[in-house]
């Protein structure tokens, strides 16, 4: 196996180095995994969706060579972890004669550029399905999963659904990462507060934001699952509000909806403008993101993703008392966002057969997702491996036992974590009138919400036929 050198310093999510006792035993219970790694992930969790075609090595010929991106987030080392991965993708590279190469994914405009040049992955792990889409740069994997009688039920069927198009399915989930939110229950307690209740209500949960606030102090009651610089980041709050961004096919938008208005309206008037809560990557507070604006003292509570619970949640003050709680029932019921990663096939490589039998060992098998568990955390791909996952975490570190983990796996299971729809095409022009316009509103620098929202949705509308825009931009419409 050949690696390219990993930059760590721009991959590293949060920065942060772990210390803590229990990561030797983490290493060892990889290198037991490893060890007792069937070649192929074949056996009971292939049973029910087909099995695993390879072909056998053939010592005579050398090696074919395959680029894989795996997912490049939350390692507390990535040089390490990238060791590491090879050790488990060693098995698989000896049965079928393959060399791994393991390359960092930067940006899917970078992957584009790479793939339309002849010089992309023959894996590639993205975060924003349409560009690729829009350019034909995919693979139809539709056959290949009826071929082999994989059903797509393993996976998470919010993902699931969100991959699927009229013409087939061309990506695979990459992650599964969804959120809870971490409580510092200390902060309840100095407040003379009551602890909400875990099935919390919206309406609950904006009063437990009030009771902890202190904006003279800029102290936060909370955070929130929602950051302007990342289209995935905000699309699945209008849904949990009975809206969309765009329509079912990723072709208009649709924001100037009574459920997005009404969405909109709760967030800022509700949360942002009275200084209550911040979004979860907020300039306000220094670049912390998520739960690391709790760990600072910035806000009492946080949204937290699985593969913040090495790095934040366990190097909390031991005199922090905290627990983990479900997202709030939303006026659409429940509903919890989801990543939108995921893998795919390069529909230019050179190496297709090799390249599905690949990409099934890492989404259908267990071996590659069970180290990915060990290595950070790590939410599986497979819905059936998360009560694995939550016994691995409370076997690691057993402070996060009764903490909450269950709530995890309850957005996954019952399939309330989706990811919120992209646009298929021209996405960095939509998501970038959106993030000028969200962050316009959250600056105050506009104050009504439905203008807002319908002259984007005019100028994305433009950008979409192709014919040049003449609604207002961003900074045009009403300021307060």
């Not at 979004?279 to 993703?305: C, E, H, I, Y």
């Not at 529909?347 to 071996?367: I, Q």
């Not at 959250?442 to 929202?453: G, K, L, N, P």
Request: net charge negative.
């Amino acid at each position: 196996m050949s690696t390219r050198p990993p930059q760590s310093a721009a991959h590293h999510e949060d920065g942060t180095t772990v210390r803590w006792e229990p990561r030797f035993r983490r290493r060892a219970m990889l290198q037991r995994a490893i060890s007792g790694a069937a070649i192929l992930a074949v056996g009971p969790a292939l049973a029910a969706c087909g099995s695993v075609k390879s072909a056998a090595p053939n010592p005579a010929h050398p090696p074919q060579s395959l680029i894989f991106q795996p997912y490049p987030y939350g390692y507390p080392d990535i040089n390490t972890a990238f060791k590491l991965m090879e050790q488990v993708l060693e098995p698989f590279e000896k049965q079928n004669n393959v060399d791994i190469k393991l390359v960092l994914f930067n940006t899917d405009a970078d992957n584009v550029s790479a793939i339309i040049g002849g010089d992309g992955p023959d894996i590639i792990y993205g975060t924003q399905y349409g560009p690729y889409l829009s350019q034909n740069l995919l693979m139809n994997l539709s056959p290949l999963l009826q071929q082999d009688g994989i059903s797509t039920s393993i996976w998470s069927k919010g993902q699931v659904e969100y991959f699927q198009r009229p013409n087939g399915t061309f990506a695979i989930p990459g992650t599964i990462e969804t959120f809870v939110y971490l409580l510092n229950l200390s902060d309840f307690d100095r407040a003379g507060i009551s602890y909400p209740g875990t099935d919390w209500t919206l309406e609950e949960f904006l009063t437990s934001a009030q009771a902890l606030a202190n904006p003279s102090k800029q102290h936060f009651g909370t955070n929130f699952a929602m950051q302007w610089d990342d289209v995935e980041g905000y699309q699945w709050f209008f849904e949990a509000f009975g809206g969309s961004i765009n329509n079912a096919q990723g072709t208009t938008c649709t924001l100037n909806t009574s459920p997005c208005i009404q969405a909109g309206n709760w967030l800022y008037e509700q949360l942002i403008w009275p200084k209550l809560g911040v979004t979860r990557n907020s300039a306000r507070l220094g670049g912390k993101w998520d739960a690391k604006q709790l760990a600072a003292g910035d806000v009492s509570m946080s949204v937290l993703a699985p593969i913040q619970i090495l790095t934040v949640v366990l190097t909390l003050p031991s005199e922090i008392n905290w627990t983990m709680y479900p997202f709030p029932t939303f006026p659409a019921g429940k509903m919890n966002w989801a990543s939108a990663g995921f893998f795919a096939i390069n529909r230019e490589t050179k190496h297709s057969n090799l390249a599905w039998e690949f990409l099934k060992y890492v989404t259908v098998g267990t071996d590659w997702q069970r180290a990915m568990i060990q290595m950070n955390f790590l939410g599986p791909i497979r819905t059936d491996l998360w009560p694995e996952w939550k016994a691995t975490a409370e076997e690691l570190a057993p402070s996060l036992k009764n903490k909450g983990l269950q709530y995890y796996l309850d957005a996954v299971e019952q399939g309330y974590a989706v990811p919120g729809t992209f646009f298929d095409s021209n996405d960095s022009h939509t998501a970038s009138a959106l993030d000028t316009t969200f962050a316009a509103l959250a600056s105050r620098q506009q104050t009504d919400v439905a203008a807002a929202f319908s002259a984007v949705q005019n100028q994305i509308r433009a950008i979409e036929s192709g014919a040049p825009s003449t609604a207002p931009t961003a900074g045009s419409a009403q300021a307060g």
